[in-house]
């Protein structure tokens, strides 16, 4: 997960304290995720919960077929795994 520096106005800020406040979310950054999930609903980004996971997956999957293409990352045969972990 990333950091970002976010600037707020006022308003903002008592907006995101009323909702930490009363309760609704358990930090600032909760809410702040929340609303950002909000939105992407709201212009058809996504579907659902299920497509984010899956789009997210497929960027790990590719990112780690490049390590392994790059020599930055190994795979491992199951006959090494299971000896390296004492399976039989």
Do not use: C, H, W
């Not at 609704?24 to 995720?33: C, G, L």
């Amino acid at each position: 997960m990333g950091d970002i520096l976010i600037r707020m106005q006022p308003a903002q800020e008592l907006i995101l304290d009323k909702l930490t406040r009363t309760g609704i979310f358990k930090t600032r950054s909760e809410a702040i995720r929340a609303g950002i999930m909000s939105l992407g609903k709201e212009y058809n980004l996504f579907k659902s919960a299920q497509e984010i996971e899956d789009e997210l997956v497929m960027k790990k999957m590719i990112k780690i077929s490049k390590e392994i293409k790059e020599g930055k990352r190994r795979t491992f045969t199951e006959e090494e795994v299971k000896k390296k972990y004492g399976f039989k």
